[in-house]
């Protein structure tokens, strides 16, 4: 069984920054890609970021590029998600989730953390 639990989450100024965490126990971390996912109210679920194993390669949601950066630390079994210049837009719930390789379906979920940016 994998856990994975998020938190760093809350109520932001638009222009601010926030830096979310996923903390992972239950398989072997640095084997598995992370990836970050949001959900805004009435919205479907979307991408924003995801990091390989080794954390040698990134990608991001075009609306996130240039603002958002990813990262991992395989020793302390986290993800990160560093998010400057946040805008409103960015209001939901942000979510980690792994998968077996990029590409792969995420198969495991946190509950979320709520992002709150106010204009």
């Known amino acids: 069984q994998v856990q994975l639990v998020e938190s760093g989450g809350g109520l932001v100024q638009a222009g601010g920054s926030l830096r979310l965490s996923c903390a992972a126990s239950?398989?072997?971390?640095?084997?598995?890609?992370m990836g970050w996912f949001r959900q805004a109210p009435g919205k479907e679920r979307e991408f924003v970021a995801q990091v390989s194993a080794s954390g040698g390669y990134t990608n991001y949601a075009d609306s996130v590029k240039g603002r958002f950066t990813i990262s991992r630390d395989n020793a302390k079994n986290t993800v990160y998600l560093q998010m400057n210049s946040l805008k409103p837009e960015d209001t939901a719930v942000y979510y980690c989730?792994?998968?077996?390789?990029?590409?792969?379906?995420?198969?495991?979920w946190g509950q979320g953390t709520q992002v709150t940016v106010s204009s």
């Open positions: 989730a792994s998968a077996r390789l990029l590409g792969h379906p995420y198969d495991y």
């Open positions: 239950g398989r072997t971390f640095s084997s598995y890609a």
